[in-house]
Nanobody, 116 residues
Framework: QVQLVESGGGLVQAGGSLRLSCAAPKSIFSVSTMAWYRQAPGKQRERVALITSSSSTTYADSVKGRFTVSRDNAKNTVDLQMNSLKPEDTADYYC??????????WGQGTQVTVSS
């Protein structure tokens, strides 16, 4: 059972910042594409940011210029730096790891609430 462990969620005022972190097992991290998804109440889960094993990144249009995804291959972690947060960023945020050999794995989620 592959376990991804997220941390860093919480409550922040609009305009503020939060940093989420996800730790993955060494056995899959180095070869995995890592991503952050979010799901707001009553909405579908959407991908926010993705970073490949070679550190290429993509972002949802709604977060471009505000969020930055990064990975530390020595620590087996992927972070999501979220700046200029808006109330519409409120959601449960999930870490996701994927590799062709191992398949896909989800973290348990961490809640982010942005107050106006």
């Amino acid at each position: 059972q592959v376990q991804l462990v997220e941390s860093g969620g919480g409550l922040v005022q609009a305009g503020g910042s939060l940093r989420l972190s996800c730790a993955a097992p060494k056995s899959i991290f180095s070869v995995s594409t890592m991503a952050w998804y979010r799901q707001a109440p009553g909405k579908q889960r959407e991908r926010v940011a993705l970073i490949t094993s070679s550190s290429s990144t993509t972002y949802a249009d709604s977060v471009k210029g505000r969020f930055t995804v990064s990975r530390d291959n020595a620590k087996n972690t992927v972070d999501l730096q979220m700046n200029s947060l808006k109330p519409e960023d409120t959601a449960d945020y999930y870490c996701y790891a994927f590799s062709p050999a191992s398949g896909g794995f989800w973290g348990q989620g961490t809640q982010v609430t942005v107050s106006s």
